[in-house]
């Protein structure tokens, strides 16, 4: 980075002065020093005392030994990958110019420089630049920041909203009921206790029924199912031979006598 900067220094010195390709080159080895001066020294002796160094081999040579190809490769795709993030469009400019100095070919034309500044832009800035490309790399740089400007105000608004409005999600509110007396005193009302869960009781034996002797069970009939009738008849006694009782009227007859008494 610092290498680049300084060949950048002179070529905008360069620009103010009318020097030749030699010239530029005697020029810049007096502003190294150091390591820097030691290695141009020791570059100038293998090319021997004899031979005129140009500024294009200059800066041919400054760059293999301070900038190496694998250290311009990874930047090449550091510019490849760059993407605006968390950055404003400033800090974004900023770093997209110093990487776009290791791809030339990717920026070598106005049109393609937009076209990849606009490809790291955030979503919400594409949309708002997409329909306004015309104009300079300058110009389109100057929207793009008043287009995050505009839409930092929106969010900014937006977020004002939704805090007058207060937290839509909250909690439903808890009521008390509160009752108030013909004496004006007021009681709350009680809170209602947790319900209260019981083990389960083992099941109680009922006590055994006793059974009726071989006598009583021969005048203990079972009792026969209830039938729909819109007439009562009465209980009829049967004699273990299926005969009716004595005194008492079979049901084919129209008129009932009383029920004979024992």
């Known amino acids: 980075m610092e290498a680049e900067n300084f060949l950048r220094m002179l070529e905008s010195k360069f620009g103010l002065l009318n020097c030749t390709p030699m010239q530029k080159t005697l020029f810049a080895a007096q502003?190294?020093?150091?390591?820097?001066?030691?290695?141009?020294?020791?570059?100038?002796?293998?090319?021997?005392?004899?031979?005129?160094?140009?500024?294009?081999?200059?800066?041919?040579?400054?760059?293999?030994?301070?900038?190496?190809a694998g250290l311009i490769r990874r930047k090449a795709r550091e510019f490849a990958a760059l993407k605006q993030g968390n950055r404003s469009v400033e800090e974004y400019c900023e770093e997209f110019?110093?990487?776009?100095?290791?791809?030339?070919?990717?920026?070598?034309?106005?049109?393609?420089?937009?076209?990849?500044?606009?490809e790291g832009l955030s979503a919400e800035l594409q949309d708002?630049?997409?329909?306004?490309?015309?104009?300079?790399?300058?110009e389109f740089v100057?929207?793009?920041?008043?287009?995050?400007?505009?839409?930092r105000r929106v969010m900014a608004e937006r977020k004002?909203?939704?805090?007058?409005?207060?937290?839509?999600?909250?909690?439903?509110?808890?009521?008390?009921?509160?009752?108030?007396?013909?004496?004006?005193?007021?009681?709350?009302?009680?809170?209602?206790?947790?319900p209260v869960v019981r083990p389960p009781q083992p099941a109680q034996q009922r006590p055994p029924?006793?059974?009726?002797?071989?006598?009583?069970?021969?005048?203990?009939?079972?009792?026969?199912?209830a039938k729909p009738s819109t007439r009562i008849f009465p209980l009829l006694q049967l004699r273990p031979s299926g005969a009716f009782l004595e005194g008492v009227p079979t049901p084919q007859e129209e008129h009932w006598s009383e029920p004979v008494k024992e």
């Open 128 to 138: 708002r630049l997409n329909l306004n490309m015309g104009g300079t790399f300058a």
């Open 209 to 225: 029924v006793p059974r009726p002797s071989a006598a009583e069970s021969r005048w203990i009939s079972p009792t026969p199912a």
């Open 160 to 194: 004002r909203s939704a805090s007058a409005m207060g937290p839509s999600n909250g909690p439903p509110q808890k009521f008390r009921m509160v009752y108030t007396t013909p004496s004006g005193q007021r009681y709350r009302s009680a809170p209602v206790p947790a």
């Open 31 to 68: 502003q190294l020093h150091g390591a820097a001066g030691a290695w141009w020294a020791n570059h100038v002796a293998s090319m021997g005392t004899d031979r005129q160094i140009t500024w294009d081999e200059f800066k041919d040579a400054f760059r293999a030994h301070y900038i190496p």
């Open 97 to 118: 110019n110093r990487l776009a100095l290791y791809a030339p070919e990717q920026v070598d034309t106005p049109a393609k420089r937009k076209d990849r500044f606009l």
């Open 142 to 151: 100057n929207n793009a920041i008043v287009a995050e400007d505009g839409y």
